[in-house]
């Protein structure tokens, strides 16, 4: 066998005693101990849930972290180019020494090994997941029908809700709006609270702050009549803007091309998340003919082509024209800041855009 350097072993010795390398010996050890039960010991905090008609979803919650769910599935699909990676920086770290064939192949079947583990962890929750699309494809009617969606802030237990309750044959639109509105009431709105502090660290949401918080101010107090008129001209603004920067100038080309940007980067749950927000956003826009233009014509048209009253609709031109005088409900300004909360998520995948753009750059 060739001798290695004094240089070579040192080398060697750095790397074994790395925080790298001795993270990763952790993480391998960690993996063994957990095969076969990880996935059991899974949990989601308890929630509380004032209604009595949402306590059977409890056992149900209990299956799924979303954490796990959404950490694994990117660590699964890059761990072949990081092996490589690695073991390219391994061999670039002792280029100086001469290491033996069993030493490199010891090493990549540690990686190998690391991997399959993680793979036969991953197989349990790829089959809930699957199991999950074909349900949010079953329950996506009762959603639009409801007129509401999974918005980014949307809490995954309203998933699990309606999912068992799905199940048990007892999912209406009714509850969908009731299960809604009480999880964004809970806490006082600490959930709408949370969102929308979120929103403030892009520009186009931080200006419009002094607005949306009143608004948030009136929705809390109950003042529906209040807080839905100062939505609605922010939905438009937000909308203009981020069809990119605002060319069209119009609401409704403007909103159609959010609403293609959005669908193009939907993911799991697009039939709870999605395509109902994008069903209620061509009813916020829709035009009416002038002969419709009047209360009892547009109330006609709304139970004709939506086949729900305008009092369930959000109508940018029927409410700030004053055609439609009965718009104010909690439903109704909740759906106005989820409007808001689905379009920000535009910002952050903007945002990602350009990080990715500019890190190499930075990098160079």
Do not use: C
Request: aromatic letters at 8%; zero cysteines.
């Amino acid at each position: 066998m060739a001798s290695i350097s004094s240089s070579g072993i040192k080398q060697l010795t750095e790397l074994m005693n790395s925080a790298a390398f001795s993270g990763l010996t952790r993480s391998l050890e960690q993996y063994r101990q957990l095969q076969g039960t990880w996935v059991a010991q899974l949990t989601v905090p308890p929630v509380v849930i004032d209604t009595e008609w949402l306590r059977p979803t409890l056992d149900l919650a209990r299956q799924l972290q979303e954490t796990a769910v959404v950490s694994l599935q990117p660590m699964l699909d890059d761990w072949q180019s990081q092996q490589r990676d690695i073991l390219a920086a391994v061999q670039q770290q002792l280029e100086g020494a001469q290491i033996t064939a069993s030493s490199i192949r010891a090493l990549n079947e540690t990686f190998t090994e690391l991997a399959s583990v993680i793979r036969r962890a991953w197989e349990p929750l790829h089959a809930l997941l699957q199991q999950a699309q074909l349900e949010a494809d079953e329950i996506e009617p009762v959603f639009s029908q409801a007129g509401f969606w999974l918005s980014p802030s949307t809490p995954y237990r309203v998933f699990v809700a309606t999912r068992s309750l799905h199940r048990n044959g007892r999912l209406t639109p009714d509850i969908v709006k009731r299960i809604m509105v009480a999880v964004y009431r809970k806490d006082n709105g600490g959930t709408i609270r949370e969102m929308i502090a979120d929103w403030y660290a892009d520009e186009r949401f931080a200006r419009r702050r002094h607005i949306l918080d009143a608004a948030l101010n009136a929705h809390l107090a109950g003042d529906y009549v209040l807080s839905i008129p100062a939505l609605l001209p922010q939905i438009e603004g937000v909308v203009i803007e981020f069809a990119e920067g605002g060319r069209y100038g119009q609401l409704e080309p403007a909103a159609k091309e959010v609403v293609r940007m959005i669908l193009e980067k939907s993911g799991w749950l697009t039939p709870i998340s999605s395509t109902p927000f994008e069903k209620e956003m061509r009813k916020f826009y829709a035009g009416t003919r002038q002969e419709e233009f009047s209360p009892g014509p547009f109330r006609e048209k709304a139970l004709r082509d939506w086949n729900r009253p305008p009092s369930e609709i959000l109508n940018r031109h029927a409410i700030l024209h004053g055609v439609d005088v009965d718009y104010a409900s909690e439903e109704n300004s909740l759906r106005a800041f989820l409007f808001l909360d689905t379009l920000h998520l535009l910002a952050d995948q903007q945002s990602e855009t350009k990080r990715s753009e500019v890190g190499p750059l930075a990098r160079d």
